[in-house]
């Protein structure tokens, strides 16, 4: 059983930064594939990152150029670095680790971009 659980999530003005963390527990956490997800009010979940046991990345088009996904295994952690936030990226961003046919989701944190 993995505990995953977000931190870093809060109100910022466009154009400003901030760094998300999901913090594993309870499992292998190397072997995992992670990533984050996000989903606004009345939309669908997209993937917007995501970092394999590996070290590979993919992101969702519309962060392409302005997030970053990191793993630290020692720490059993996940990193997304946001710049260049936009209004349209609030929402609620959720992380979720993968090592099929195991598949743990944390509670999420809320990230809202405002002026």
């Known amino acids: 059983q993995v505990q995953l659980v977000e931190s870093g999530g809060g109100l910022v003005q466009p154009g400003g930064s901030l760094r998300l963390s999901c913090a594993a527990s309870?499992?292998?956490?190397?072997?995992?594939?992670v990533a984050w997800y996000r989903q606004a009010p009345g939309k669908q979940r997209e993937l917007v990152a995501r970092i394999t046991s590996n070290g590979n990345t993919n992101y969702g088009d519309s962060v392409k150029g302005r997030f970053t996904i990191s793993r630290d295994n020692a720490k059993n952690t996940v990193y997304l670095q946001m710049n260049s936030l936009k209004p349209e990226d609030t929402a609620v961003y959720s992380c979720?680790?993968?090592?099929?046919?195991?598949?743990?989701w944390g509670q999420g944190t809320q990230v809202t971009v405002s002026s």
């Open positions: 979720n680790a993968r090592w099929p046919p195991l598949d743990y």
């Open positions: 309870g499992g292998i956490f190397r072997r995992y594939d």
